[in-house]
């Protein structure tokens, strides 16, 4: 009985120990986010007064509406609006045709294999691990012949062509572990191609879907570096606004407005991780049983 009872406070010992680990670690992992929204709550001469860490005295919310439409961006004062908008007009349709393209893609290399499939995949592979600086000045000059040079499709374009090497190994991986019968049985009953890729695929593909679009979405949002080179002024995606807000300043340096700025940026990856992370997840070590 002493035995079982002292194994019993040491598993409790070892729990709390773990447990008081992860609180710490938490605690200084939320901390900038901490740090952000309170700041974000202040009055500037409480800001500049006090800390960034207390709770704000007087809790206003004239930061975020100056962040969201009034900040300068250059020599606009528009505020963060229009460049969200951007942000949205961008990341929609390239989410949309890079998943749509590279599930056709893990569909047809698993499913309706071809001489040199392999090879295929590997190139597919290989792009992944291309760097984002390897691409710009080929990029840019696909870009300006096919007159996308400067434009929000043409970063549509840029961050779909990019995805597809993602998504296409994502939907392979998964579709590698669904049996090869569901498509021999759809093909007896006289089903083609695209019959089998919609009615029989695709509804299993779930999973896998929303895994390769929560990766997507979170890339091209918070991506800075081709906002910044194949775009200019008014179809700048939001990243590259909230960089021009905090690095130009007239005055003090607004703190709250830079805050609100960057919480803004923020919200729509953060909201998308607390809907669908556990769907990323799951997605994630459904395709791991095969191939």
């Keep these: 009985m002493t035995d079982v009872l002292s194994r019993s406070g040491k598993v409790r010992l070892g729990r709390l120990v773990v447990y008081g680990c992860l609180f710490v670690v938490a605690l200084v992992y939320l901390m900038p986010l901490w740090v952000m929204v309170v700041t974000s709550l202040k009055p500037l001469d409480e800001i500049y007064g006090g800390s960034f860490i207390g709770l704000p005295k007087a809790v206003t919310l004239d930061a975020w509406r100056a962040a969201w439409s009034q900040a300068c961006i250059g020599t606009e004062c528009t505020g963060l609006k229009p460049y969200f ?49 390897a691409i710009l000045i080929p990029m840019a000059r696909t870009l300006g012949l096919l007159g996308l040079a400067g434009s929000i499709p043409g970063l549509v374009a840029v961050h779909a062509s990019y995805g597809i090497c993602f998504t296409t190994l994502f939907f392979r991986n998964y579709f590698v572990s669904l049996p090869d019968e569901l498509t021999k049985a759809a093909m007896v009953d006289g089903a083609g191609f695209f019959r089998i890729f919609w009615s029989v695929i695709l509804p299993t593909s779930i999973p896998i879907i929303v895994v390769s679009c929560i990766w997507q979405f979170t890339q091209i949002w918070n991506d800075f570096l081709f906002g910044v080179s194949f775009t200019s002024g008014s179809s700048s995606p939001i990243t590259v606004a909230l960089n021009n807000i905090v690095n130009v300043t007239t005055g003090r340096k607004q703190y709250n407005v830079d805050m609100a700025a960057a919480m803004i940026a923020a919200i729509p990856t953060l909201v998308v991780y607390i809907v669908a992370g556990r769907y990323f997840v799951r997605g994630l070590t459904a395709g791991a049983v095969k191939g």
């Design 85 to 133: 908008i951007n942000s949205l007009l961008m990341v929609i349709p390239a989410v949309a045709l890079s998943t749509g393209i590279g599930a056709i893609n893990g569909y047809i290399l698993t499913k309706w294999k071809f001489p040199g499939a392999n090879f295929v995949f590997g190139l597919l592979l290989f792009g992944c691990f291309l760097p984002y600086q």
